[in-house]
């Protein structure tokens, strides 16, 4: 059964760090560009960062330099490393091929990043 899980969110400071994963079913994963995007409130959903299977990568301009994805094929599974975060980046964290099928978004993962 084709499946995306997202964990790892959380509640951290300003400047802080947190790593998301997204653990997804073989026939997803497999020869698949991954992308995690996001929804802050009010906004619709972004793209923040995707992944092709030989592991190029490619960030919005917005988490440059502070966010690094990652995918570990064996497991499949993708990661986000977040570092520096702000308060702007709070939002719900989804993970999903790129581009997106529809009917595989999840229930992401909350980050919220408040003092």
């Known amino acids: 059964q084709a499946r995306l899980e997202e964990s790892g969110g959380g509640l951290v400071q300003p400047g802080g760090s947190l790593r998301l994963s997204c653990q997804a079913s073989?026939?997803?994963?497999?020869?698949?560009?991954m992308g995690w995007y996001r929804q802050a409130p009010g906004k619709e959903r972004e793209l923040v960062a995707r992944?092709?299977?030989?592991?190029?990568?490619s960030y919005a301009e917005s988490v440059k330099d502070r966010f690094t994805v990652s995918r570990d094929n064996a497991k499949n599974t993708m990661y986000l490393q977040m570092n520096g975060l702000k308060p702007e980046d709070t939002a719900v964290y989804y993970c999903?091929?790129?581009?997106?099928?529809?009917?595989?978004w999840g229930q992401g993962t909350q980050v919220t990043v408040s003092s």
């Open positions: 999903n091929t790129q581009p997106p099928i529809r009917h595989l």
């Open positions: 073989r026939t997803i994963f497999s020869g698949s560009t």
């Open positions: 992944i092709i299977w030989h592991g190029t990568a």
